[in-house]
């Protein structure tokens, strides 16, 4: 299971990290998404990172602002995100690919593993 924390209460402007935590022994071997979903709207691709947390990919809605990192060591996969806005409120999940693809990817169907979410709220 994926343990997503971090999450909460934070003023426009202001900064959170998430984390991303397992017990699982594939951790290594796998790729790592982060996705949120705001209220009333369908889920969305944020970031993703390989297994090796060499390559990375960013939607638009994240580059410049998100950064994606992971240690494997600790089995956790972060998340940092700065100049946050009210947009940016949603419950955020991060996500396991298990599979053997070479790169990671933006869609949601190629992850089998979901933690449970963590809310971020951005007050203005």
């Known amino acids: 299971q994926l343990q997503a924390s971090g999450g909460g209460l934070v003023q426009a402007g202001g900064s959170l990290r998430l984390s991303c935590t397992t017990s699982?022994?594939?951790?290594?071997?796998?790729?790592m998404g982060w996705f949120r979903q705001a209220p009333g709207k369908q889920r969305e691709f944020l970031v993703c990172?390989?297994?090796?947390?060499?390559?990375?990919d960013y939607a638009d809605s994240a580059k410049g602002r998100f950064t994606i990192s992971r240690d494997n060591a600790k089995n956790t996969v972060y998340l940092d995100m700065n100049s946050l806005n009210p947009d940016d409120t949603a419950v955020y999940y991060c996500?396991?690919?298990?599979?053997?693809?070479?790169?990671?990817?933006?869609?949601?169907?190629?992850?089998?593993?979901w933690g449970q979410g963590t809310l971020v709220t951005v007050s203005s």
């Open positions: 699982a022994r594939t951790f290594s071997r796998s790729h």
């Open positions: 990172i390989d297994r090796s947390g060499r390559s990375t």
């Open positions: 996500a396991a690919d298990t599979s053997s693809r070479v790169y990671c990817e933006d869609s949601g169907q190629h992850y089998d593993g």
